[in-house]
C-alpha cells in the first residue's frame, strides 16, 4: 500500500495563507479536486462542515483533522497543510491551528486498505514525536518520507 | 493490577475513533494502568472485548458518539465521557476509571472471574488440549459407567439380542465411547481456530477411531484440523463479496478433505504398520519368557488405550485364549485394569496435582477400572500425556508381569472384577488380585511424584 496513493503535490500545502477556516478548506478541497479525489467540491464540502458542525475536528495540539464521507469523493484521498500563520478552529483546547489534514473518503467507501492508512495517521497523530516532524517539513517530499512510516 | 476497558466510536469512524483509542493507550502506559481499547470505526469492530475481558474489567471507559452494545457491560462500573474529551485528556480519563468504585460482584460471579483467571493461564497447546479433554470427559463417564451396568447382568449378557444388557452396551460403546475421540479431535480444533475448526476436528477425530487410532491419534487429528483451519483463515484472501464463503465453504470443504485424506493416509498406514508389526513381533516373543511378555502386554496395554499398541496387545491375548493359554488374557486384563484405578488411587494421594474436575472424574475411574474399561484414564492421558503415559505403562508393565509369573489365568475376554466373582474364572484368585494391587500402588505413587502441582486446589 503506497501513501502516494491518497496524497500527492496537488494536495500538500506547506506554508497555506489563508485567513479563515472556511478559506482553508475550500482551497484544500480544490486541490483534492485537481488530484482525482474530488467529484463534487459542494457536495464534499458540505459533509466535511456538517461534521464540524457535530463538533470541532480541531483535536487540540495546533492540530486539525477536517473530515468527510460524501458522494462528492471519487477516491479516498488526503490533504495537508501547514499554514502560515495559524488559524481558530474552535479546538478542543482553544488554541489556533497550525497543521491541517483534510480527509475525504467515498460514501461506499468500508474496510479499504487506504482507510486503514488513514486511521494509522489518526493514531499517529497523537503523538507528539509525529506533530514535530510534520511541523518541520518544508517540501512534499519530506512529508511523503513522514507518512511513508506510518 | 486494576484492569480498564474502552470502547471508542464516532460516526465518521476515520478520525476520533483511532485518535482517541491511541491517547487513551498512550495515557494508560504512562500510568502503567493494563487497558485493552476496542474501536469500532470504519473498518468494523477491533480488537474486541472478550465476555472475558468484560467480567475482569475494573471498569470501562466508553468514548463514543454512536452505539457500542452497551447492554454487554451491565453490572460493571463505566465512566463515560464524550470522544473529543478522551482525546484531549486522556489522563484524566484513565485517573477517572482507575479511581471508579468497582461494580459489586456477588461471590459466583467472583468464582467464576477467579476459574476464568486460572483458565487463562494455560495457554498455547495444552490449554487446547485441556479443552479438548474437558469436552470429551463426561462421555467417558457415561459411557463408562453404562456399560459397567452392561456387565452386572453378565460380562456376556450384552450378546444376547433385545436384552436390556445389550441396549446399554449400544448406548455406552456403541455411542458415549463412540463419540469420545470425534469430541476430542474436534474441540481440540475448535480451541485452536474456533468455530470453523469444529467440523475438520470432528471429521478428523472420527477418522481416528475408524482407522484404529485411538486417542492418541484423535489428538493428532485435532490439532492438525485447528491448525490447518487457522493457516486457511488467515492465509484465504478472497474480494470481499466472496469472504463469506471461507468459513461456510471453502474451510469445511477444503479444510476437512485435507484433514481427512492425512489422516487416512499419512496417519493410517503407519498405524495399521504399527499394529501387524507389534502383533508380529509378540507372536515371536511367544509365552516362553512369561515375565518378559507379561512386562510387554502390561505396557501395551496402557500406552493408546484402544490405539494400534493397545489391540495389538489384546488380540494377540484373545487369541492365545482361543487357543488355550490363559495367562496372557489375565495379564492384559489386570494391566488394562490398573491405569484408572492408579488414576483414581492418585487423585487422591495427591489431590493438589489434579484439577477439581479430575478428582472428581478420579472417583468414576475408579469405577470404570475395576470394570476392565481402560478408557476411564484417557481424559487423564489426553490432558498430560507425557506424564501420565510414561506412568501407568510403569504400572500396568509391573501388573502384567507379576500376573504372568504368579501363575494367574483367566477364561473370560472380559468383565474386570465381575469376573472375579465367576467361581473358576480366575485361576489363582488371590495372586491376580495382588498383582492388581502391587501395579495400581506403583502407578498412583510414579504419578503422584511426577505429575505437577496445579495453580489452584
Known amino acids: ?108 467507501a468500508a474496510g479499504d486498505e487506504h482507510i486503514k492508512i488513514l486511521i494509522a495517521l489518526s493514531r499517529k497523530l497523537i503523538h507528539s514525536e509525529f506533530r514535530e516532524a510534520l511541523l518541520a517539513v518544508k517540501s512534499p517530499t519530506d512529508l511523503y518520507q513522514i507518512l511513508q512510516d506510518i | 493490577m486494576k484492569k480498564i476497558l474502552a470502547v471508542t466510536a464516532c460516526p465518521t469512524g476515520i478520525a476520533h475513533t483511532y485518535m482517541a483509542a491511541e491517547a487513551l493507550a498512550q495515557a494508560a502506559a504512562q500510568k502503567n494502568v493494563e487497558i485493552k481499547i476496542e474501536t469500532r470505526g470504519a473498518v468494523g469492530v477491533e480488537n474486541p472485548l472478550t465476555p472475558e475481558d468484560i467480567a475482569g474489567a475494573h471498569a470501562i471507559i466508553i468514548a463514543a458518539e454512536t452505539d457500542v452494545e452497551e447492554a454487554r457491560f451491565v453490572g460493571q462500573a463505566i465512566f463515560k465521557v464524550a470522544i473529543a474529551e478522551a482525546i484531549k485528556d486522556p489522563g484524566k480519563v484513565i485517573d477517572a476509571a482507575v479511581n471508579l468504585e468497582p461494580a459489586k460482584t456477588n461471590d459466583i460471579n467472583q468464582a467464576a472471574k477467579n476459574k476464568e483467571e486460572r483458565k487463562s493461564q494455560i495457554t498455547g497447546p495444552y490449554k487446547h488440549l485441556m479443552t479438548g479433554v474437558s469436552y470429551m470427559l463426561p462421555l467417558v463417564i457415561a459411557g463408562g459407567l453404562i456399560i459397567a451396568v452392561s456387565f452386572v447382568f453378565g460380562i456376556e449378557a450384552f450378546k444376547e439380542q433385545g436384552t436390556l444388557a445389550e441396549a446399554l452396551m449400544t448406548i455406552g460403546s456403541g455411542s458415549a465411547f463412540a463419540l469420545m475421540v470425534p469430541i476430542l479431535a474436534g474441540f481440540i480444533a475448535f480451541s485452536i481456530a474456533e468455530k470453523p475448526g469444529l467440523a475438520p476436528g470432528m471429521i478428523g477425530g472420527m477418522l481416528a477411531a475408524k482407522i484404529g487410532a485411538g486417542f492418541l491419534g484423535g489428538i493428532i487429528a485435532g490439532f492438525l484440523a485447528g491448525y490447518v483451519v487457522q493457516f486457511m483463515k488467515e492465509n484465504i484472501k478472497l474480494p470481499k463479496n466472496f469472504a463469506g464463503l471461507v468459513p461456510i465453504l471453502i474451510i469445511p470443504f477444503i479444510g476437512s478433505a485435507i484433514v481427512g485424506l492425512l489422516m487416512i493416509y499419512v496417519i493410517g498406514t503407519p498405524v495399521k504398520a504399527i499394529m501387524d508389526g507389534l502383533s508380529a513381533w509378540l507372536a515371536n516373543l511367544g509365552v516362553a519368557n512369561a515375565a518378559l511378555l507379561g512386562l510387554v502386554l502390561g505396557a501395551m496395554m496402557a500406552f493408546d488405550m484402544g490405539g494400534p499398541v493397545n489391540k495389538a496387545a489384546y488380540t494377540f491375548a484373545i487369541g492365545l485364549l482361543g ?135
Open chain 2, 323 to 457: 487357543t488355550g493359554f490363559y495367562g496372557p488374557i489375565a495379564a492384559v486384563m489386570a494391566a488394562g485394569m490398573t491405569p484408572p484405578l492408579g488414576l483414581w488411587l492418585a487423585t487422591l494421594l495427591a489431590p493438589k496435582k489434579f484439577l477439581s474436575e479430575e478428582r472428581e472424574a478420579g472417583k468414576a475411574a475408579g469405577v470404570l477400572g475395576l470394570s476392565f474399561i481402560t478408557e476411564g484414564a484417557i481424559p487423564f492421558a489426553a490432558a498430560d500425556p507425557f506424564r501420565v503415559i510414561p506412568s501407568i505403562m510403569v504400572g500396568s508393565a509391573v501388573t502384567g508381569a507379576l500376573s504372568m509369573v504368579l501363575g494367574a489365568t483367566l477364561r473370560a475376554p472380559h468383565g474386570g472384577i465381575f469376573v472375579l466373582l465367576i467361581p473358576n474364572a480366575v485361576g489363582n484368585l488371590g495372586m491376580y488380585v495382588l498383582s492388581l494391587l502391587v501395579g495400581t500402588v506403583v502407578t498412583a505413587v510414579i504419578l503422584s511424584i511426577v505429575k505437577k502441582n496445579k495453580a489452584t486446589v
Open chain 1, 1 to 108: 500500500m503506497k501513501i502516494m496513493d491518497i496524497i500527492n503535490d496537488n494536495t500538500v500545502f506547506i506554508g497555506l495563507d489563508v485567513n479563515s477556516q472556511e478559506e482553508c478548506l475550500k482551497v484544500m478541497a480544490e486541490g483534492m479536486k485537481k488530484a482525482g479525489f474530488v467529484s463534487d467540491i459542494t457536495t464534499y464540502l458540505a459533509a466535511v462542515k456538517e461534521r464540524e458542525a457535530k463538533g470541532s475536528t480541531g483535536i487540540g495540539f495546533e492540530v486539525a483533522i477536517p473530515h468527510g464521507k460524501s458522494d462528492g469523493m471519487v477516491a479516498p484521498g488526503l490533504a495537508f497543510a501547514r499554514l502560515k500563520t495559524p488559524i481558530d478552529w474552535n479546538s478542543l483546547d482553544g488554541s489556533p491551528v497550525h497543521l491541517v489534514f483534510l480527509i475525504g473518503v467515498p460514501q461506499a
